[in-house]
C-alpha cells in the first residue's frame, strides 16, 4: 500500500468515525472468511457496516474526532462496526458475539462518548430509532384518544339510558 492509498484510507475511516451515530470494536482473530462474510451481510442488512483497518492508520485517523478514545482499544486483530443507527451496528455485533465466540468486543464510541464491552451490550438492549418513534407517536397519540373518548361518553350514556326506559315502555 503506497502512501496515497494509505492517506485516502484515513480520509475514509475519518468520516466513518465522524458520521457515524454508533462505532463498535472488537477482535475477529479466528473468524474463518465465511463467518466475517456473514457478518457484514448481518450488519449491512441492518444498515451498518464492517470494516477492517490497520490500527496505525485508524489511529491516525481517529485523531481531533469526537470518538478519538476508541483508539486505546486498537491492538491486535481489530474490526470496526458502524452505523447511522446508534444501536444497529452494536445490536448485530452483540448478537454475532452471543453466537460465535470468536468475535470479541473491546468496547466503542457514541459521539465523543467512550464506551466499555458493558455499554456496547447497553446500547444494543436499547429500541431502535423506530421503535422509540413508534412509542412516542402512541403517547401523543393516546391523550387526543382518551379525550375522544371522554367526549363521546355522555352522548353514549345518554343514548343507552333512552334506550333503557323505551325498552321498558314497551315492555309496560
Known amino acids: ?49 464492517v470494516r477492517v483497518a490497520k490500527n496505525r492508520l485508524a489511529k491516525i485517523a481517529l ?8 483508539s486505546d482499544l486498537l491492538s491486535g486483530m481489530t474490526v470496526f462496526a458502524y452505523s447511522e443507527d446508534p444501536t444497529a451496528a452494536a445490536r448485530v455485533m452483540d448478537k454475532y458475539a452471543k453466537d460465535n465466540q470468536k468475535l470479541v468486543i473491546l468496547g466503542g464510541a457514541m459521539g465523543d ?17 423506530e421503535e422509540l418513534i413508534a412509542q ?10 382518551n379525550i375522544a373518548g371522554a367526549i363521546g361518553a355522555p352522548a353514549s350514556n345518554i343514548a343507552s339510558i333512552l334506550s ?7 315492555a309496560a
Do not use: C, W
Open 113 to 129: 462518548t467512550s464506551l466499555d464491552a458493558a455499554g456496547v451490550k447497553a446500547v444494543a438492549d436499547l429500541p431502535s430509532r
Open 63 to 70: 485523531q481531533g474526532k469526537p470518538n478519538a478514545s476508541v
Open 136 to 145: 412516542i407517536v402512541a403517547q401523543i397519540g393516546s391523550p387526543a384518544a
Open 164 to 170: 333503557t326506559i323505551e325498552e321498558r315502555a314497551e
Open 1 to 49: 500500500m503506497d502512501r496515497a492509498q494509505k492517506e485516502k484510507l484515513v480520509d475514509e475511516l475519518g468520516q466513518i468515525f465522524e458520521s457515524s451515530g454508533v462505532v463498535v470494536v472488537a477482535h475477529y482473530a479466528g473468524l474463518t472468511v465465511r463467518e466475517m462474510t456473514d457478518l457484514r451481510a448481518q450488519m449491512r442488512a441492518a444498515g451498518g457496516a
